[in-house]
């Protein structure tokens, strides 16, 4: 059976909600750090530690026959004992057995996965990514890939360059109003803010920079516009 990935998700100030296929957990902090609306993420731990020895230890005995009865696992953290403490499990096992039997089972309930895993020191390996609020979710084959102006998704400890002065196509960096570029364009085709025109009818239309964007300004008519759609390309 393919192990389930374990999704963790935000339900409130430091509640979470997990998700296991079909199952839900709910993890929280006390009062007053947090609202008590679940199991702490130690306890979860501790839980999943005593979950483990006892179906570890049911099978074993199930597999050999022995009339085991029944078993119960009490875990807890002792403070005060190393650097991050120590964690302590009582075991009782209940049913018709002898000494070697109860021997056999003891020393399983000191190997169940969960506990070797945590006695040998697992490594986890830690991939964070960054997205704005309002991108989407990268897939996961883009998932390390260097960051790209506009995508909204950084991610991070991964190839990153950000190149300062890079213009993205149709962005201006500089907005100016209406009125300043109408000044601009004036002062370019030789006309004053007066209204004379002669400079501009002698010289023509002013041309246009090569690769510059053309946009076309519609301005009221005038004497020497007879027509009230004139336009005209700076």
Not at 25 to 45: F, K, N, R, W
Not at 81 to 90: A, C, E, F, H, R
Not at 118 to 128: E, G, I, Q
Request: glycine share 10%.
């Amino acid at each position: 059976m393919p192990e389930r990935t374990v999704t963790v998700r935000e339900s409130g100030h430091l509640a979470r909600t997990i998700g296991i296929g079909p199952h839900r957990l709910t993890s929280d902090e006390p009062d007053p750090i947090g609202t008590d609306t679940g199991a702490t993420p130690v306890q979860l731990l501790l839980a999943g530690l005593g979950a483990c020895t006892s179906m570890t230890v049911r099978l074993y005995a199930e597999r050999r026959g022995w009339p085991l009865a029944g078993i119960k696992v009490d875990v807890r953290i002792a403070h005060g004992i190393g650097p991050l403490g120590q964690i302590l499990k009582d075991v009782e096992i209940i049913g018709d057995l002898n000494a070697e039997q109860i021997s056999r089972l003891a020393t399983i309930a000191e190997h169940c996965p969960i506990q070797r895993m945590l006695n040998a020191s697992v490594p986890v390996h830690t991939r964070t990514t960054a997205r704005r609020p309002w991108a989407l979710p990268e897939s996961p084959a883009l998932a390390g890939a260097p960051a790209r102006i506009g995508s909204g998704h950084l991610p991070l400890g991964g190839p990153c360059r950000v190149t300062r002065g890079v213009r993205p196509a149709g962005v201006s960096f500089l907005r100016r109003s209406t009125e300043t570029a109408r000044a601009a364009e004036e002062r370019k085709a030789g006309r004053n803010h007066d209204g004379n025109q002669a400079g501009r009818a002698a010289r023509g239309p002013p041309a246009r920079r090569k690769g510059a964007p053309c946009r076309t300004v519609h301005r009221p008519a005038t004497a020497l516009d007879p027509s009230p759609d004139v336009a005209r390309s700076p």
